[in-house]
Structure formats: C-alpha cells, structure tokens
C-alpha cells in the first residue's frame, strides 16, 4: 500500500518539480506605475527646490535627520527638516530598494540611484496597507494533541529549518530537491511517505517546547499515536503552507498543497479498492488455488 502511494506521489511531484523550478528561475518584466504617488512627490521637490527640478524622485521609507557638508576648509552643517527633499550628491551603485512587480506586490531589489536624483520620505501615503512592508501572519496557530492530552505548536521560521537542516541534513525551505540526493524523491515526496521521517522533523521542530510542557524527546515520541501523527501532519503541511506564501513563494506553498490533496486522493482510492473486495470470495479463491476475478466495481489498475 505504501508503495503505491509512494509511486503516485513520486510521479505527480515530478512533473510538477519543472512549474516549481521554472518559478525559481530569473525573470523580467515592466514593474507597475505609481502615477499618483510620483505626481505628488514631484510637486514637493518643486516645492522646495522649484519649478524646474524635473529630475527622477526616489521615495524613501526612512527620514532624513542630518546633512553635514564641506565647503572650503570649514565644516558646515545644515538641519534638514523632516520630510523635506535631498539631491543625490554622487551615484549609490547598487542599492536596496523596493520596487513593485508588474501585479503591484512590493518584492526587494537593487539598483543605482544616479547623481541628481532626489530623495524624500513619503509623509503622506495612501490609505491602507503599505506594500512594502512585509507580509503579515493573520493565521492561526498550528497546533494538535498528542496522545497524552498536550498541546504542541509548530511553528516554521528561518531559525527552526537551519536547526532541522543541521541535525537531519534536509533543507525544508527547498521541498523540491532530492533527498537525502538530488536524484531521489523530492523531499516533500519523502515526507509524504516515510512517517518515520516525518515525525522526526515534527519532533525536532517541538524539542523547544519541551521544558514548557515538563517533559522529554523520547516522552514526545511515546504519545504520538497514529492520531496524533495524522494531526501533527496536517499541521505541519498547513504551516509550510502558510511559510511559503508569507515568504512570497506561491509555487512552493501550491506544491505543499497540491501534495496534501494527493495524498488524500491515493488513500481514498486505496480505501475504495480495499472495500470491494470480497474477502470470502477471495479466501475461497486461495483454497482451490484459483485467484478471483476482480468484481464490476473494483477498477482495474
């Protein structure tokens, strides 16, 4: 039975393995305009340094407190007030900025910000949530029970996958790959599969949470009944789930439930055939040496 589960999964995550790396691969496009917001920072550039600075305009997501300038042999210092606009004196090659794609979602990048340009804090966005900031978390927790009535979280963060990398050398931030090779199942293959694997990362990702809950790893591994497991399962899917599309990798929390959904297809299915069966006719079968044929609601292979 495990086999045929595995020989599913195994097949599907592979063809979509190529949807997943072509999403992981550069791309190029037109970012999207920001008509409204560039009209009203250009006004306030020439609001202060007049009507003839058409120059680009970089927003700034910081404030600018303190100008010091040399000029001659003294050192003169000018106050900027808050929110007031400066010009870029020399280029800064390979910034970090924040751009938005062409579906207007903030993502991280670099580029020069050119002598001449101008630089100001956006004092006055628009109403609502600002794209740049980072995505924010509103799902629930993931937690379960074990057998002995505890409560568990799990929890997925860049601190908890390098400690799993680390101690059993698999890289959950990279579902994809093979393990414990390249040429192996994908490693969300594997842990679909291999329940022994499986509890050890949920396990590994619990340890922290042992001196809370008064009790030790191997108490941990005593209460995960088959229950239990099932459940520690669905939330560890979930919280890889909702890992992957925070981080702003849709193609890999799609893979994570594309593979929850197989899974629960291929043991459906096995359920089906299993239940068609008929058990004396096959007992009867085996007696006289004869194998039964397979009954009108049983599908063929």
């Known amino acids: 039975m495990i086999a045929f589960i595995v020989a599913i999964l195994e097949v599907v995550l592979r063809a979509l393995l190529p949807a997943v790396v072509a999403a992981s691969k550069s791309t190029a496009e037109d970012g999207a305009r920001q008509p409204a917001l560039r009209a009203r920072l250009r006004a306030r550039v020439r609001s202060s340094w007049g009507r003839n600075s058409r120059t680009p305009i970089i927003a700034l997501l910081v404030g600018l407190i303190l100008v ?16 007031e606009p400066v010009r870029i004196r020399e280029t800064v090659r390979m910034a970090k900025v924040w751009v938005l794609d062409a579906a207007g979602v903030a993502v991280p990048a670099q580029m020069d910000l050119l002598e001449g340009w101008y630089c100001l804090p956006d004092t006055d966005p628009p109403m609502g949530r600002d794209p740049t900031a ?34 059993l050398g698999m890289d959950l931030l990279r579902p ?30 619990l340890e922290g949470q042992c001196e809370a809950q008064k009790t030790t790893p191997a108490e941990v591994r005593a209460a995960f009944d088959g229950a ?26 799609r893979a994570v439930e594309a593979q929850m959904e197989m899974i629960r297809a291929a043991v459906k299915l096995i359920e089906t055939r299993i239940e068609a069966i008929d058990v004396d006719e096959t007992i009867r079968g085996v007696m006289s040496g004869s194998s039964p044929e397979p009954s009108a609601s049983t599908p063929e292979p």
């Open 68 to 83: 010091a300038g040399a000029t001659g042999c003294g050192l003169r210092t000018v106050y900027v007030h808050s929110g």
């Open 134 to 167: 980072p995505a924010e978390r509103t799902d629930p927790m993931k937690t379960f029970n074990d057998a002995a009535g505890r409560t568990w979280t799990l929890a997925l963060t860049l601190g908890s996958a390098m400690a799993i990398k680390d101690k």
């Open 176 to 205: 994809e790959v093979g393990f414990p090779g390249p040429e192996d199942p994908p490693l969300l293959t594997r842990l679909g599969t291999d329940e022994m694997l499986l509890g050890e990362v949920v396990c590994s990702l």
């Open 228 to 253: 239990a497991l099932l459940a520690a399962q669905e939330a560890f899917y979930a919280e890889l789930v909702d890992f992957f599309r925070s981080r702003g990798q849709p193609h890999r929390a």
